[in-house]
């Protein structure tokens, strides 16, 4: 049983109202932490990121939602001025928030690659900066886990904009684990393969595409959030201490299974 192991634990979970996100949220909420459910600005976010909040303060946890862009450094900023002010400090960042817009390569505009990579690389340094100063100056130590994913380890005809910004989240990661081990704050990636998620759902409902992924994956299915948060919630622990620089492929089986 793991319920207990972040009691005491304040923990920023971004993108957090959907998918991924939400279950990395709803599990470290279980296992005892305070959490703060980030989410964007996009209409209905509010209500997904209301309802996880609700549901895990019925379920006897504490939570709470900010909303902040986290490719927006003044919002990023807001959002850590707010956990500073109402929680004191932060002992978990989860760098969730990340968007992956299918698009074929011939068809790739600028602003979409600048979003993507606003979003999934800048949100994850901006996020980064401001906890693990916090972190530091508090002198406890602390867990950034970031979502990478096997897309900084493979390329996506679809992902030409994504998967350098999963690669680099990856390689941040890297370095950080060397600038705060010093610290006593590890940092690693978390690197889900494919995770059924509202990212996602509609190019599965091309025919054929679902059978043909599950078809590469050992296990036989794609995955689930809650597949992904066992990872995140065990690099959250004490458990974890002595990993950092590190990343968990949370894939089935797909990445190895090439032949
Ligand atoms: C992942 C992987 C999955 C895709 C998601 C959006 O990195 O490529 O197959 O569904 O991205």
New binding site residues.
Partial sequence: MTEGRLKGKVAVVTGSGRGIGRAVAERLAQDGALVVVNFPGEPGEADHAASLVEEIRRAGGEAWPVEADVSQADQVARLFDRVAADAGYVDILVNNAGI?PFQDWWGMTEALWDRVAAVNLKGTFLCSHRASRMMRDRGAGGRIISLS???ALVG?AL?THYTPT?AGVRSLMQSLAIVLGPYGITCNSVM???ILTD??RA?YEEPGLRARDEARIPVGRLGQPRDVAGAVAFLASDEAAYITGADILVDGGLFVNLQ
């Fill in positions: 992956c994913s096997i897309s996506g992902q999963k889900p393969g494919s990212i996602n190019h």
